[in-house]
């Protein structure tokens, strides 16, 4: 038995982001997977366009991916020691 990376690239694209608006500061939770599938959004509060392929946001998704990686190899070493 191991961890899939299907599970990980699964639970990676459901991982929810705070996305916060720098015009008026309002935060709006999206996830990886819709991040992706989007460049950018409207703002909820005041409408200003969101720009989401930002080294920043790419940044935290790719942190993301490296963290549940890790979690993985972990997770595979220790099933396999059972
Ligand atoms: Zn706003």
Redesign the pocket.
């Known amino acids: 038995m191991s961890v899939g990376t299907d599970t990980i690239s699964e639970i990676v694209s459901n991982y929810e982001l705070t996305i916060a608006?720098e015009?008026?500061?309002?935060q709006t939770q999206k996830t990886i997977g819709w991040i992706r599938q989007h460049r950018d959004m409207k703002?909820p509060?005041?409408e200003?366009v969101i720009v989401l392929n930002t080294s920043r946001i790419t940044g935290t998704i790719r942190s993301v991916e490296r963290r549940l990686g890790d979690l993985q190899s972990q997770l595979t070493e220790r099933i396999r020691k059972l």
């Open positions: 608006c015009k008026c500061g309002a703002c509060q005041c200003a």
